[in-house]
């Protein structure tokens, strides 16, 4: 069996999806992409070494964006600070006093619970709010 050049190159996209559908990985998606492209250029005509080199260039400048664009976008909230995911998030507690560990014991929800401060923040007492959960642990901003 004689097997065109573009054949074999949509052969090749063909199973970087199937890769990449198997481990989630979007970069090999971008070189799918590159690779198509080189199926393209052996349509067009185009020598192995154009085929190569256009496949190549397009893969590697999907990826470089894909990577660009993932990078620039701010992160993701973590799903420990988000109120949708935890209810705690946002409630306000009231903080008698600080440990010298940088602790405090707090009575929340019917429960002692152990509030942290964000680093760089002088603790203080009074109320406080919720900011994100750690474990068992309270981290809380000041009102």
């Known amino acids: ?7 074999l190159w949509w052969l090749m996209a063909g199973a970087a999806v199937v890769a990449e559908l198997l481990t989630g990985t979007f ?3 971008m070189l799918a992409v590159g690779l198509a492209a080189g199926a393209l250029a052996a349509h067009a005509g185009l ?3 154009g085929q190569v080199l ?16 993932r990078r620039s976008r701010p992160g993701e909230p973590s799903a420990r600070a988000d109120r949708s995911v935890n209810l705690d998030v946002g409630e306000t507690i009231y903080i008698d006093a600080w440990q010298a560990d940088g602790t405090a014991t707090v009575k929340y ?12 923040i002088t603790p203080s ?4 709010r919720v900011a994100e959960l750690i474990g ?7 009102l």
């Open 1 to 7: 069996m004689n097997l065109d050049a573009s054949t």
């Open 27 to 29: 970069y090999l998606l």
């Open 47 to 49: 020598g192995s070494t």
């Open 54 to 69: 256009v496949s190549a260039l397009v893969g590697a400048g999907t990826v470089f964006v894909a990577y660009l664009r």
């Open 109 to 120: 929800r019917g429960a002692q619970w152990t509030a942290i401060h964000r680093p760089g």
């Open 125 to 128: 007492t009074g109320a406080h």
């Open 136 to 142: 068992n642990r309270l981290l809380v901003d000041p």
